[in-house]
């Protein structure tokens, strides 16, 4: 298996997988889309190793097209079979909740993927400066994947040169604090998803700032991959250059939508089936899991917080599969602390994570991570539970 370098997906390494050679290395993509970009970002012509009759995966095969099926079974079953009704009205009470959120989230998430060049992330985020976390937390804010793809997105920024404290920052604020993925939030705990998004980057900052601190004292690993940033590139330049150039009554028009619309796509294969996921995870547990074993496990108590932890670590699910969980969570206990906690740690102590960091980044990185986030959700958690 190998990771797509735009998107973060996991794809599989084979001729009949979207590849292309650059720099003698052959790179594999989940889709066109990430190809393209892909090619265009690194100015790759395609008679030189791009691969002309790879098809990628059908539709058929692709996971958003499996899970939806399988959801489409089990709401049509629920509704036929009369027992099964309850879960058939989990299900649809989901569905009508949820689905303006990911709809405009994925609007949203392609106007990100078309009009934010990646050289502007990896621009801010190398320099040894208290403001590069802050860079990184919202440049974090701005991007558009899930947690398995931010992980994936953030190794690639570290290859590339951005320092270790910054990609931490980077990987914390993506999955849950991202401007999609808020929308989302909003969809289900309302007003409150504001503390939610407000702690994720809180802890974004201070895991951010500790790193720092960690870099200077020599305690976590050195990114040999630093490099001199490139002389006079200037965002803000690039920005004015483009907006300048841009033509708003002719070709440029359908290029637009045609770019946000491929972002929006790709966006929602790599999101959306985890988020079916979620929902049907969370409709059998509303269903039949009664109330008082929500209350007993996982309730507003200490012992609830380190069982809703141990819970996330565990549990592989994305960030916006996991959303629907965490929301039922609330629902069931009321414990809107132990709900920040089951989606904070899936980045902070999730086994794929840590263990990625681990192979890529280094064993003390990878350690430390848990050691500082940890606390933080589990204090963040509790003052939740007690304060809201």
Not at 51 to 64: E, H, I, M, N, R
Not at 155 to 174: D, E, M, T
Request: net charge neutral; glycine share 8%; with cysteine.
């Amino acid at each position: 298996m190998a990771w797509d370098p735009v998107c973060g997906m996991e794809v599989k390494e084979g001729e009949e997988s979207l590849h292309a050679e650059h720099d003698g290395e052959t790179i594999f993509f989940c889709g066109k889309h990430c190809l393209d970009k892909y090619v265009k970002e690194h100015d790759i012509k395609p008679e030189l190793g791009l691969c002309d009759t790879c098809v990628g995966v059908p539709w058929f095969k692709q996971k958003l097209f499996k899970v939806s099926a399988i959801l489409l079974v089990v709401l049509l079953i629920s509704y036929l079979i009369e027992p099964l009704q309850p879960l058939h009205n989990n299900l649809v009470d989901y569905l009508s909740l949820i689905w303006w959120a990911v709809i405009l989230g994925l609007i949203i998430g392609g106007l990100i993927d078309y009009f934010i060049p990646r050289e502007y992330i990896i621009k801010v985020l190398a320099k040894r400066e208290k403001r590069t976390i802050l860079h990184a937390v919202i440049l974090g804010f701005l991007m558009s994947a899930c947690s398995h793809g931010i992980l994936a997105i953030a190794i690639q920024l570290y290859k590339k040169g951005a320092s270790i404290p910054s990609v931490i920052a980077f990987l914390l604020a993506s999955p849950w604090a991202n401007l999609t993925y808020t929308i989302l939030l909003f969809s289900l705990f309302g007003v409150k998803a504001l503390y939610i998004i407000a702690s994720a980057i809180l802890t974004a900052l201070t895991t951010g700032i500790a790193f720092q601190v960690l870099d200077s004292k020599g305690k976590i690993e050195k990114n040999p991959h630093t490099l001199q940033l490139e002389k006079g590139f200037s965002i803000r330049s690039d920005v004015k250059k483009r907006f300048s150039g841009y033509n708003f009554s002719g070709s440029d028009i359908p290029k637009t939508v045609k770019g946000v619309y491929e972002g929006g796509v790709s966006l929602a294969n790599m999101v959306v089936w985890w988020i079916l996921i979620g929902i049907l995870a969370a409709s059998f547990i509303g269903t039949y899991v009664p109330t008082h074993v929500f209350m007993k496990y996982v309730g507003p108590t200490v012992l609830g917080l380190l069982i809703t932890l141990i819970a996330a670590t565990i549990i592989e699910v994305c960030s916006e599969g996991s959303s629907p969980i965490a929301f039922e969570i609330f629902r069931q206990t009321g414990a809107f602390g132990n709900s920040f906690v089951f989606l904070m740690a899936g980045v902070a102590t999730d086994y794929t994570e840590i263990g990625l960091i681990w192979s890529n980044i280094g064993k003390k990185t990878a350690l430390w991570l848990p050691l500082i986030a940890g606390p933080q959700i589990i204090i963040l958690g509790y003052a939740f539970n007690i304060l809201l």
